[in-house]
């Protein structure tokens, strides 16, 4: 089967600033993933590599065995839900036909993607109400709805939780708890206790990327990963045909390798 | 008031002044809720300083070398066109600040005009009419381009009006829908210059950012999609258009500044409204 994502030696830097290094990736189809960590550590970067948003300066990024653009039309992608003008006029049903576009569909074919979309996420009844008067949590559920009427393979959510409120979390979170096992999901969080929720596969990053070995619960150092309290370890030899000299770094004190 | 129905039911001028501004009024309801959802007000207030550009230099190849084409519209057309297409140019493939930008169009299309207003001989009456609009000037000639450039707005915005929604609201999604994001922002810029220059008929260049966002800004306050945005802003740009028209042609007021202070007021007391209505809700 050909892999969900695959990252080769991945590095990319915002003008001057690296932000990403030597990043080694490989997500099978299928799976639960939590890219876990501290602010500004580049987990949005990291996204952004994988929906084609950006280039990286080396390596190569490939999504269902394609570029990133040529799988655009199979992630469905679910942005924060502060980013938005909150005065844009648009009613719910119409935010979520968005995830429509970019398909040869009939308009009423379209309808009814969205209105089962809506369904999943349990808000059925909000179809004609303005979107901008929902609250945050309602919000980020038709960004959710968005993105599952787009019929990814993969769905990929920045932050679904931030910004919304303790019951609103916990909806958000059962939510994509069902979707577990029914396509690929890759979900952004800087928070431990979202991480706690999705121990399948956690990618801890931080200007690296270290996959934390399956665990049932978020264990001291794992913690300290997502806090960005200890730097990640460096990831081990990366392809042989690399010209740098990656094979040959130690990997710090206390470190084993993955 | 009573002056101005007997002038339209006798004079084809009047009556034509008051078509072409319905006209104008759809195209302003249409585009000027993109303009404002989108936040492009700037580039079209810049587009529509550079109007004066093409008017200018039409005029001015009419005058003094005798040409028949461009004549005046079609001149503050290609002017407007060129302006658009510049700034779009800019702000999807340079690292050029946009504003920057922007104010230069701006400042440059206007003197442009200037210069060759005062280069053409003769009375330059014009460059008022141009800068505050007489619609009752305009009107008979271009009746039929009006209706071809109104024809063009409605068509395009209903083919492509789920496609212009999502860049507006949410440009990096559509990219990922793989809609060309880039292509859509400089036909949005095209439909905004081309709704410049018909607006610029009824109320002048200086005056047309008015007419583009007070309807529309009004209408935001009730419409809950961008198609309801679209038919209110049409419907209130109408009726100002007409009222301004009937009010200022018995006591000789220039028809585009009335329009706009009628417009300008509604949106006040608009804000207004809504403001101590907010408040009323906030105290229960």
Redesign the interface.
């Known amino acids: 089967m050909t892999l969900a994502v695959e990252l080769r030696g991945v590095s990319f830097g915002y003008e001057s600033e690296r932000v990403l290094r030597d990043v080694d990736l490989t997500i099978d189809q299928g799976r639960f993933v939590c890219f876990a960590g501290p602010n500004g550590g580049g987990k949005s970067t990291l996204f952004r590599l994988i929906l084609g948003l950006l280039r990286p300066d080396r390596g190569s990024v490939r999504v269902l065995g394609r570029t990133p653009e040529d799988a655009h039309l199979s992630m469905g992608y679910v942005p924060q839900n502060f980013a938005f003008d909150p005065r844009f006029p648009v009613r719910v049903s119409d935010v979520v036909r968005m995830g429509c576009l970019g398909r040869r569909s009939r308009r009423a074919e379209d309808r009814r993607t969205a209105e089962r979309a809506l369904e999943e996420v349990g808000l059925p009844q909000l179809a004609n109400v303005w979107f901008n008067t929902l609250s945050g949590g309602q919000r980020q559920r038709v960004l959710i709805a968005r993105g599952l009427a787009t019929r990814p393979e993969i769905l990929l959510l920045d932050e679904p939780t931030a910004n919304v409120d303790a019951v609103a979390e916990q909806e958000i979170l059962d939510l994509l708890e069902a979707l577990r096992g029914k396509l690929t999901v890759l979900l952004v969080t800087h928070s431990a206790s979202v991480a706690s929720r999705f121990l399948e596969m956690i990618v801890c990053v931080n200007r690296r990327v270290h996959i934390h070995p399956p665990a049932d619960k978020v264990d001291d150092q794992l913690m300290r990963h997502i806090c960005g309290y200890e730097p990640l370890p460096e990831q081990h030899p990366p392809l042989p045909s690399r010209t740098r000299g990656g094979a040959g770094r130690v990997p710090p004190a206390g470190e084993s390798p993955p | 008031m009573t002056d101005f129905l007997h002038a339209v039911m006798t004079s084809a001028l009047a009556r034509n002044a008051v078509i072409i501004g319905l006209l104008a009024s759809v195209a302003c309801g249409i585009v000027g809720?993109y303009v404002v959802?989108r936040?492009i007000s700037y580039i079209a207030a810049s587009v529509a300083h550079c109007v004066l550009a093409g008017l200018g230099a039409a005029r001015y190849v009419n005058v003094v070398h005798g040409w028949t084409f461009p004549n005046p519209v079609q001149g503050a057309l290609i002017a407007a066109l060129l302006a658009a297409g510049v700034i779009g140019w800019v702000s999807l493939r340079t690292r050029e600040r946009e504003d920057t930008a922007i104010g230069a169009v701006w400042a440059i299309g206007m003197a442009v005009g200037i210069l060759f207003i005062y280069q053409t001989p003769g009375y330059n009456q014009d460059l008022m009419s141009y800068l505050f609009g007489n619609i009752l000037l305009v009107s008979n000639r271009y009746l039929y381009l009006t209706l071809a450039l109104d024809v063009f707005i409605v068509a395009v915005a209903a083919i492509f009006y789920?496609?212009l929604?999502?860049v507006?609201?949410?440009e990096?999604?559509?990219?990922?829908?793989?809609?060309r994001v880039g292509l859509y922002y400089l036909l949005l810029l095209a439909l905004t210059a081309i709704t410049v220059v018909l607006l610029s008929m009824v109320v002048g260049i200086v005056l047309v950012i008015a007419l583009l966002t007070l309807p529309t800004g009004i209408a935001?306050r009730f419409?809950?999609?961008?198609g309801?945005?679209m038919m209110l802003s049409c419907l209130i740009c109408a009726v100002f258009t007409v009222l301004g028209l009937s009010l200022s042609y018995g006591p000789d007021l220039p028809a585009g500044p009335t329009i706009i202070v009628l417009t300008g007021a509604a949106y006040l007391l608009s804000a207004a409204g809504c403001y101590a209505w907010g408040k009323r809700i906030r105290r229960g």
């Not at chain 2, 990096?172 to 809609?179: D, G, H, P, V």
């Not at chain 2, 419409?223 to 961008?226: E, I, K, L, Q, V």
Request: glycine share 4%.
């Open positions: 809720t959802t936040r789920y496609q929604q999502a507006c609201f949410d990096e999604f559509a990219r990922l829908r793989n809609l935001g419409a809950r999609s961008m309801q945005m």
